[in-house]
């Protein structure tokens, strides 16, 4: 057996060789990126004209001739961001290089009112137009900084030959290094008197934080270089932190993490500034789990700072100003800057949150954590219980919001939503991430920002339990609070509501009334009301994912598993007879419904029939109806006895007798209409037929010593069955009260499976099985809380999972030591290496095991064959793919997965 730190080490540097540039391509990136530079020194002196950025201009509301300036070329021109440090990470492959612009194209207050971003723009123009003319150059695109529309940068396409470099670009970013006086810019001063109210002064943090990071840019990128300078295991590690942050789509964005701010936190960690948590002595997987642990932390939003320990740090009082002002801080090597300014309070929650549940895989899940960490895909479709999409293309009170201000139109629209949303929902969800990546992907300075916001904002819930997103009922403020009440009104309008409670309490309320079958809906009917009552939006602008794949659970309009209700009735009548019975030789002791509509996975659950009514028939009948009835499966044990046989025959009739005897009991008793076979007896109660079995776990031990016969092979087989299903049955039901979405998920698995004609290779109890796995081992998620995240990360274990080389272990007590995974791997190298040779097409070679007791070991359920597999893979990966363009991009409605489901 490999030890699993052997295994960890061989899998991170295969990841590592595969990340990094082949010298070839290197050299020619050194080749394009020397030709460039010179290019950008020789632009000619010219004059800067306003209107290049005519739009721009415009929309930030800057007088054209206050941007006039003379161009001349970059004071300096600097390789950064990962490259430099040899740190690029395959396949995004760029490279940002620094120009700096001369202090001689600005004035000294051109700090205020975004003059500075004004003439910043310009100047990028005018390098702009004279690479257009150069052969040099294949394409040049405009993009934003970290989504920063008065920040706009070049990204250019330089004309280059390697296989590996078809989508290399440069990123051509402006600094403005010792420009101003870095006092003009602290972030308790106003420097856009738009912002201001009235005689009011207030402050913008954001806007000058800004252009302090311009300024200080390239100070701090030296910083990174010195730290990452000959320590080959740290850039490791940032290579390994920007796969698992890459592969987590939610936090690797503009108002989250991107590359150089985790080159950031490791400098700081490597430096003295952050205590030494990392020393060079270190391995790079485990700078990678000290780094998460420290994001973990709640340090960063107490404050930090990149200052050597020998310089003097911010006092306590700067540090609470700025705490004040961004959730949290970093100062930068100058001590002037926050590095972490665009880093919203939501996002670092997620972040923290991934940090921490990536920290608990690794030293919990026993060396099997590689393919979770650094393989797994986590995007938004995926990771959250729900998301929503809201369009506001047009939106009157998105563009109410002015550009000018201190932050832009974007940020606070997203921060308007979050607050609404957290309001309404409250302790429903845990976390509610917005996220509106709002700039055109094809973008024109001269037109400003006209086309900017008219993508959907995304918004993602991770769900609390559920008896809190699923309640009916929301108490607000007791009438007495005149204030608090008031505002409760005011927020939610016509929904709110005096109520006097069972304690007698008078309270304002809101009640969402429905079905139990809609229960999941609550939080889809709250979210469309408070988005469209505080932003004037039509519910065709708005698409909360939640039921649009109920429609293959529905019959007659509605889910049939409302009518679980009457199922458990009647059983309930049958197990009470049961008990009840004298005239048998050995009382009943247990009685066990093994069918799947018990444990609420059922697709359709039976319904009850209005003919088999004890008393008659229904009161209502219904206009169709099934001519054929399906007996569900009850188990029985008796009471304990020594005098049972010892000759497998004889036990096998023995229970015969039992059988006929409980069916002479219930008609003489109950007048019960039954029917009796050599196995079973069929029982008609309350509108359903139920089919009971006897297990006697001791004839489990004598069928196999005596197993001489086929009957008694045949008889042993039902035996195991049947005690297996009441295994299976017990914990299933389990799983139903720790995980309430399960059930559902389970049920759009099987309609998924069914509907793609499986279900004769694969029996229903491995699809529970499956997707048990989705809840007990959900890392890199937390598990499911809503049916359509389930089902669709169903599809995608399915479709990804290598089911030809490793059995999915499915540990549903959660008590396997290493040794029992280590056997099961060893029964399933076995078993493929005889199917092989036998050459049984593998038909033993895909399976899951699961342990019912330390006895038996595992239990195993066979999957179909290879070839029937690949094909059941290909099917789940294109509904996978369906299905998350239906989350993400909104395609909704029954038809489009009329095919699939």
Known sequence: MVPETESMDFKVGEL???????????????????????????????????????????????????????????????????????CVAKPDVNVDLL??????????????????????????????????????????EWRTFRNEARKPVIHLYPVIKHAELSEFFIRIIPTASSVFDGSRLSISRNNVRAFNQSDTSRATPYYNSSILEDMFMEENADFVKNTFNGWNSLGDALLLLKVWARNRTSIYTHDCLNGYLISIILSYLAGGPGGNHINKSMK?????????????????AKGLSLRPLTQSKPSNEEMMNWLKAFPTVLYDATGHANLLFCLTKTAFAELQDEAAWTVNCIDKCRGGEFEEIFMTKVDFAAKFDACLRINFKGNSIVNSFDFCLDDERWGLVEKHVQSVLQQGLSD?????????????????????????????????????????????????PHAENKEEAANFRKFWGEKAELRRFKDGTIAESTVWECAPWQRHLIMKRITEYVISKHFILPKEDILYV?????????????????????????FETLSKRLRLLEDVPLRISSVQPLDAAFRQSAVFPPEPHPLIYEKGIAKTLPKFTTTCIKPLTVMIQLEGSGNWPSDAAVIEKTKVAFLLKICESLQARWGMLCSATESEVNVLVEGYAFSLKILHERSLHLLGNQAGNDIIKSKRYIDEELFLRSQHSSMINGLNGRYPAYGSV??????????????????????????????????????????????????????????????????????FIPQDEWEINENFLSCRKSSEENMQNLERAMFLATTYDKTSKAWTKCLPNVETLRRMAAYARSSADLLTKLILQGQNGPCTWEGNM
């Open 546 to 570: 939640v039921d649009q794949l109920d429609f293959s659970l529905h019959l007659g309009g509605k889910d049939p598993i409302s009518s679980s209700t009457s199922l458990l009735e009647a």
């Open 284 to 300: 790079a997987m485990l700078i990678f789990r000290v780094t998460l642990k420290f994001i973990s932390s709640n340090l960063l």
């Open 99 to 140: 120009i700096r612009m001369p202090k001689e194209c600005f004035h000294e207050k051109d700090y205020l009112n975004y003059r500075y971003h004004a003439k910043r723009c310009i100047y990028l123009c005018v390098v702009e137009k004279s690479l257009k003319s150069s052969p040099l150059v294949r394409k040049i």
């Open 746 to 815: 389970v049920r759009l698995a099987k309609r998924w499976v069914s509907s793609h004609l499986f279900s004769s290779f694969v029996e229903e109890e491995a699809i529970e099985l499956i997707v048990a796995y989705l809840f007990l081992r959900p890392f890199p998620f937390h598990a499911p809380l809503s049916r359509i995240t389930g089902f669709l990360r169903f599809l995608r274990l399915t479709s990804n999972y290598d089911w030809t080389f490793s059995p999915l272990i499915i540990d549903l007590n959660e008590d």
């Open 428 to 476: 429903r969800a845990k976390l509610i991430r917005v996220i509106w990546g709002s700039a055109p992907s094809n973008w024109s300075i001269k037109e400003g920002f006209e086309n900017f916001g008219k993508e959907p904002m995304l918004v993602g819930f991770l769900l609390n339990s559920e008896e809190k997103c699923f309640r009916v009922v929301d108490i607000g």
């Open 16 to 86: 590592l060789k595969d990340l990094q540039l082949d010298p070839s391509a290197s050299n020619a990136i050194d080749r394009a990126l020397s030709s460039i530079i010179d290019y950008i020194n020789n632009i000619p002196v010219q004059e800067a004209r306003a209107e290049y950025a005519a739009g721009f201009l415009r929309d930030l509301r800057v007088p054209s001739d206050k941007v006039n300036f003379i161009f001349k070329s970059p004071e300096a021109i600097r390789i950064a961001g990962s490259y430099s440090i040899g």
